[in-house]
């Protein structure tokens, strides 16, 4: 039986079993000492020369790929924007066979389970692992070798957060879903509602942000995930909204948004996404009945934000702005737009956003009970109109 001694051991005399040593460099005469005893122990000194690896792997692409047809969704058709994630991947996958997709145990909720009906030799299961799945998606990714998506719920990648900033830092591509965003889940209760997400994914370098509030759109965005460099991060919701957008000639792009209501006459112009922009778009009819009218933009993308778009819309209604989401007051889309307005003249910012800890209850019941309903954005429509007429 062999017997571990001290010669078998690379010892560092002075500083072995000796504490704040971490992270500093040994003074030049110790670092030589030390040299010198390594150096004693070689007991083969003859120069190693490996050979240079053999590249070995077939070279392929994945620029430019695209949906092999547009989006085949009917104006006003409800379908939620979840899903309609899960239907663009699977179609995406019939575009390259390097696209690959990766869900935590979720994926009859996130409906990732559609591409793997149709490719299944190409859907990796990581179970409730989310730290692993976002590792194992940059793995995946390594070497542009495949385009990769994941999924699950948007509030599990709080879990995962050191692993997407390293692999930002890295400088990965790869693409995140995240699905149940908000309190307008419902019934699964706080615990499963995505209130953080925008902020956490805000605050990655080089990351895109898509919130898609449509089918369309959602399609829209998984191709150009596809096609963009770094960490792209699609969030996408749990109810069943109408379909805006036509399927045949919308165009989207990263960072441009969408003016989707608007008038000659709009006094506000009211920034939402996903839920809300509906909520906001049934507001804005209601208050044309009582002949206000406001404007409504899709911002489409949160990083980068159409600051262009934001700007020129609100000094067309009097340099009034509302921003509604379905995510708590700090990081999201109200922060986002106040810091692409800081410093212009005669702009005016108010947010409606979660305010607290949520409960469970019926979507509806949430979204009125936090402030970011029709009903909700009509008053906040009212008291700017009215702030802005007593102040003349």
Not at 45 to 65: G, M, V
Not at 348 to 361: D, K, M, N
Request: glycine share 6%; proline share 5%; with cysteine.
């Amino acid at each position: 039986m062999h017997t571990r001694s001290e010669n078998d051991i690379c010892l560092i005399k002075g500083i072995e079993d000796k504490e704040n040593w971490h992270g500093k460099p040994l003074p030049k005469n110790m670092a030589e000492q030390v040299i010198q005893e390594i150096d004693e122990r070689i007991q083969n000194k003859k120069r190693l020369s490996p050979a240079f690896p053999q590249e070995d792997t077939p070279i392929i692409s994945i620029r430019n790929i695209r949906m092999p047809s547009p989006p085949n969704y009917k104006m006003g058709e409800k379908i939620a924007t979840r899903k309609a994630y899960g239907l663009a991947l699977a179609k995406l996958g019939h575009a390259s066979d390097r696209v690959i997709a990766l869900d935590g145990d979720t994926k009859n909720s996130t409906f990732s389970e559609l591409f793997k009906k149709e490719h299944p030799s190409r859907f990796i299961e990581c179970y409730i692992a989310e730290q692993n799945m976002v590792s194992v998606a940059v793995g995946c990714a390594a070497r542009d070798r495949n385009i990769v998506f994941a999924s699950t719920f948007a509030t599990f990648y709080t879990r995962a957060f050191d692993q997407i900033r390293m692999a930002a830092i890295s400088e990965s591509n790869i693409n995140l879903c995240g699905s149940h965003c908000g309190v307008s889940i419902g019934e699964d209760g706080p615990s499963q509602m995505a209130l953080e997400d925008l902020g956490m994914f805000r605050t990655i370098p080089n990351a895109t942000v898509f919130y898609p509030s449509d089918a369309v759109s959602t399609e829209k965005a998984v191709e150009l995930a596809a096609n963009t460099k770094g960490i792209c991060f699609i969030r996408t919701s749990r109810p069943e909204n109408a379909v805006i957008y036509n399927s045949s000639n919308e165009d989207f792009h990263i960072g441009q948004a969408k003016v989707v209501f608007k008038s000659k006459d709009d006094q506000v112009t009211v920034i939402g996404a996903g839920v809300t922009l509906h909520e906001a778009l049934a507001a804005a009819e209601q208050l044309k009945k009582e002949r206000i009218s406001i404007r409504v933009i899709d911002p489409f993308t949160i990083k980068p934000l159409d600051k262009k778009a934001i700007l020129e819309n609100a000094r067309a209604t009097k340099g009034r702005i509302i921003t509604v989401e379905d995510h708590y007051y700090e990081g999201g889309i109200g922060e986002a737009v106040c810091a692409a307005v800081v410093g212009e003249p005669g702009i005016t910012v108010s947010r409606l956003a979660v305010s607290h800890i949520p409960r469970s209850g019926k979507p509806a019941e949430l979204l009125r009970m936090f402030g970011i309903d029709k009903d909700a954005i009509i008053q906040a429509v009212k008291m700017a109109v009215s702030k802005s007429r007593n102040a003349e």
